[in-house]
Structures are given as structure tokens and as C-alpha cells.
């Protein structure tokens, strides 16, 4: 009966059943069943969590200046497990780019950006960037103090950017203020385009990742490593992480559910004015000197995070193997931290 | 998972206890989505109708002479039609009824003839009498009447009871 069905269905959808055995048995290596291997699979699954529960919460959010606020309060106090739905959106989001970061310091710190995967690292960084805007465009659309604030110190750091600042300040905006043309264009950048970008540029990923091969470990030859299919026992792997992660979002949202700010208002600038935790690097760098200086620093920063396996390969052509970058990457990481604790310390203060 | 290195699991080593921890994993995982999905389902679902009553101040007695109308809307978006009747019903001391202006037929928009003392629904020929039963037409074989509001009169004010969202 069962066989019926299936030849029936296969008389109707043909394909290549042995082809998709093989490509779905890819061996992978031994040392991927270390947890710490798998934080790439983490942001993905978690990235279509926030799909799905965006999706949900965009059949009541209005994108409106007028009627955003009390529809994002409608879901969060009237509807039927809007506060768990809005709550677990704005935790996956916040595990989202914990996850990231910790899956790039795993792919810095065992020197799997090296040649031939460059180009999957600068692909992997703007999936970062794409992440963070996520994040910018999504607590905007709540269009409370801080969204409303947020947006009007982001545009005008971005209008200290020499040459094309005011251009791209007006932009971010869709006009010289902050206003109803700003919460659209933000709400098609965090609902369409950036989706979009990100789905495409994760087909990129993954397709380099199956092309050229999980990287080795250092030290281990092709020969040594034990491998095991991806299906299923990787992919069990994954599915016990995203049961976890479903399991500690819930715990998250039970226990600090989200709340709301005071609605937005042009005429009066809250007191404490922050942005989320993940930006407080940012905001931190911008105080220590003037606005140009801060975006020109931190542009330069940022095209050196990406391009570093380049720069990586110039310095290890000229010194064999150097581990310089290991003191590079901890100098980054202590300066993002650095900046992150005396940010948060500061605003406890 | 970890003794399986380097063999994909075939049907040969399915022995009762893999079957039995396969079992579990796959109905916790069931239940534990399943509950997920249950919950957006409960979050997309519309609410069902909220029986709060509220009264709302609709017109001045003194402008609705009998045999006119006076059509509202309610602040859940319902159309409704306050007549005055002319004959006082029995126990209540005015003569205002308030009715759904939704023909039960097919949703078209029903309105009173003074004249004739009846609604009428011009989209087949429905007719209602005074007391919102339908008397003609398709609503009348489908033996349906008009959803009717509660009215209340203080002093020269009409109130219809309403539901609040």
C-alpha cells in the first residue's frame, strides 16, 4: 500500500532519489558533533523561527505612525499570546545575534576563514550586518521613544559620514525628518528587503560551505578525521538544538516578557536615550570623539574585520604561518567587550 | 549517536530500543510544535464576541417622531437602525426599537418604511414587520428575524445598548 503510494507519487514528481541520498548523506567531520560546531546552524534555524513568528505578527502590526504603537500594544496586552508571540520574536532576535557572533569567533579562532573560504567570510560578515539591521529596523517598528530617537541619532551619525552623509541620512529617514515615510521604508526593509537579501545570501553560504567542505581541524590530516553522515546524524544534531532553543526562547519569554516605552513623540527627547545591547559598542565609541571621526574609525574598523582574511594571507605569505591572528582577534573581541561593559555600566550609573 | 561514526543507521541495526528513543523524540517533538502551532492558531484566530453590553447615547427622543428612523453605527462597525415605533411596548415606556440594519439573508442593508410599518431588503424582497420577524421573502422561509438591540430612554435621551470590542 505504502509502496503504492509512494511509486505513484514518484510516477508524478520525478527526481533522482539516489542523487538526493548522496547529497543529503554528505559526510562531515568527526569534530562537528562538538556543540561549538553547530553555532552556524543556530542562527539559520532561528532566523526561521523569527520568519515565521514575524509573519505572524505582521497579520495585526499597522505600519503607521498613527496606529503603530497601539497595535503593537494590542498584540502585547489583548490578543491571545501576542505577549508570548512578540516576546519570543524579540528573544530569538537577541539569541539570533548572540549566536552569530559566537559562530564567527569559532570560524576566527580556528582559522576556517583561511584560503579557499575568504569569500564565504565576507559573505558570513554582511549576514552579520544583515542581522544587526534586523534587529535597528525591527524595535524601530514599535514606534516608541527609543525607536523614534534611535532613528534620528542613527541618521544623523550616518549624516557625519564625510562627502555622502546628508545623502544617505536622507535615506534612512525618506525625507529631512523623522516621520510616516521613516516607518515605512523601515517596515519594507525588515519585512522585505532584508529577508530577501538574507535568504539569498545564505544560499550563497551554504553553497560555499557544501562546495569547498566544513574546514579541517589544524593539525589533522583529511585521513585522520572520522566522518558521519549528514543525514540523519547531523541532522538530529540540529534538530535536538532546535528543540533547546524552542525551550529556552519560552523560558525567556515567561520570564522577562516584553513590555512597552512610551509612545513616540517628536517634541520631547527621553532622558536616557539607549540603544540595544548589541549596538553599545557603537554607541560607547561615538562619545570618546566628534561624529566624522567616530564613522570614519569605525568604517575602517569594519572593512577590517571583513577584508581579514586577505590581509590574513598577505601577512602569512610573508611571515609562514603566523598566529598573528589570534592576538588580533582577542585584541577585537576584548575592544568590542571593553566597549560593551563600560557602555552598560555607564547606563546603570 | 556518537558509536555510529562513519555508518549511515540502516534498517538493520533498528533494533527496540533505537525504535523506542526514535518513538519518543519524534511525539515530544510533536507535542512540544504542536503546542507552538496551537498557540499562533489561538493568536491569528479572530476573538470570539465580546458579550459586554454598554449603552451609547444614539439621538434626542423629541427628533424621531413616530413612524421616522435614525440609522448608527456601533463602535464595533455594526449598522443599526433606531425607529420609533409609535406604540409604546408593553413594560418599557418608550416606543424606540433598535435593529440590525444586516438583512440575516445575504448581509445586504436593510431599511424601514414608515409608511408601511416593515423593513425592507431590496436585494430580494425581504420584508420584516415592526418587531424585526421576517414576514417575506427568502428570510421569511429561513423563518430569520433581525438581531435586535436593547433600547433605553432617560429622559429625553435614546440609548442603545452596544457591544464594546
Known amino acids: ?349 | 549517536m556518537v558509536e555510529h561514526l562513519n555508518e549511515s543507521k540502516s534498517k538493520d541495526n533498528m533494533d527496540r530500543r533505537n525504535f523506542l528513543s526514535i518513538g519518543v523524540m519524534a511525539s515530544s517533538l510533536v507535542a512540544a510544535y504542536g503546542f507552538f502551532a496551537g498557540v499562533v492558531l489561538r493568536f491569528l484566530y479572530p476573538r470570539g464576541r465580546n458579550v459586554t453590553l454598554r449603552p451609547m447615547f444614539v439621538a434626542f427622543a423629541d427628533k424621531i417622531p413616530a413612524g421616522e428612523s435614525h440609522s448608527f453605527s456601533t463602535p464595533r462597525g455594526e449598522q443599526v437602525i433606531l425607529t420609533n415605533t409609535g406604540q409604546l411596548k408593553a413594560g418599557q415606556g418608550h416606543s424606540f426599537t433598535a435593529f440590525s440594519s444586516r438583512c440575516p439573508h445575504l448581509g445586504c442593508k436593510v431599511h424601514y418604511d414608515g409608511e408601511g410599518q416593515q423593513f425592507i431588503c431590496p436585494c430580494h424582497q425581504g420584508l420584516f414587520d415592526r418587531k424585526g420577524v421576517a414576514i417575506s421573502g427568502p428570510p421569511a422561509q429561513a423563518k430569520q428575524r433581525l438581531s435586535e438591540y436593547p433600547v433605553e430612554l432617560n429622559g429625553n435621551s435614546v440609548y442603545v445598548l452596544v457591544e464594546v470590542a
Not at chain 1, 141 to 150: F, K, T, V
Not at chain 1, 228 to 241: A, G, N, Q, V, W
Not at chain 1, 293 to 309: D, E, R
Open chain 1, 1 to 349: 500500500m505504502l509502496t503504492q503510494a509512494w511509486s505513484w507519487f514518484r510516477t508524478r514528481v520525478p527526481f533522482d532519489e539516489e542523487l538526493l541520498r548522496h547529497l543529503s548523506a554528505e559526510p562531515v567531520s568527526g569534530h562537528l558533533k562538538r556543540w561549538w560546531w553547530c553555532l552556524g546552524g543556530t542562527p539559520l534555524y532561528l532566523f526561521m523561527l523569527q520568519l515565521l513568528t514575524g509573519i505572524i505578527l505582521t497579520f495585526y502590526y499597522v505600519p503607521n505612525p498613527e496606529q503603530a504603537y497601539e497595535s503593537v500594544q494590542r498584540i502585547t496586552m489583548d490578543l491571545p499570546f501576542g505577549w508570548y508571540l512578540r516576546s519570543f520574536h524579540k528573544w530569538s532576535s537577541n539569541l539570533m545575534i548572540l549566536a552569530v557572533v559566537l559562530h564567527m569567533m569559532r570560524v576566527f579562532f580556528t582559522g576556517a576563514y583561511r584560503a579557499p573560504r575568504e569569500m564565504n567570510w565576507i559573505i558570513g560578515f554582511m549576514l552579520f550586518g544583515i542581522t544587526l539591521l534586523f534587529g535597528f529596523t525591527g524595535y524601530s517598528l514599535l514606534w516608541e521613544q527609543l525607536s523614534y530617537w534611535g532613528i534620528t541619532v542613527a541618521a544623523n551619525i550616518l549624516a557625519a559620514t564625510p562627502l555622502i552623509g546628508d545623502v544617505l541620512a536622507n535615506f534612512l529617514r525618506g525625507g529631512t525628518e523623522v516621520n510616516g515615510n521613516t516607518l515605512t521604508r523601515f517596515f519594507v526593509f525588515h519585512i522585505g528587503v532584508l529577508p530577501t537579501l538574507m535568504i539569498a545570501l545564505l544560499i550563497c553560504h551554504v553553497y560555499l560551505i557544501r562546495s569547498l567542505g566544513v574546514s579541517q581541524l589544524e593539525g589533522d590530516r583529511p585521513s585522520d578525521t572520522k566522518t558521519f553522515p549528514f543525514f540523519p546524524d547531523h541532522f538530529l544534531t540540529e534538530l535536538s538544538i532546535g528543540a533547546f532553543l524552542m525551550f529556552l526562547i519560552t523560558c525567556l519569554a515567561l520570564i522577562f516578557p516584553v513590555g512597552m516605552g512610551d509612545q513616540a513623540n517628536p517634541l520631547i527627547t527621553p532622558e536616557h536615550i539607549k540603544p540595544e545591547w548589541y549596538f553599545f559598542w557603537a554607541f560607547r565609541w561615538l562619545k570618546l570623539m566628534t561624529d566624522t571621526n567616530a564613522v570614519i574609525t569605525q568604517g575602517i574598523f569594519i572593512a577590517f574585520i571583513m577584508f581579514w582574511p586577505f590581509i590574513d594571507g598577505v601577512i602569512r605569505r610573508r611571515w609562514k604561518n603566523s598566529e598573528i591572528s589570534m592576538f588580533i582577534g582577542i585584541l577585537v573581541v576584548l575592544y568590542l567587550l571593553g566597549l560593551t561593559v563600560w557602555e552598560t555600566v555607564y547606563l546603570m550609573h
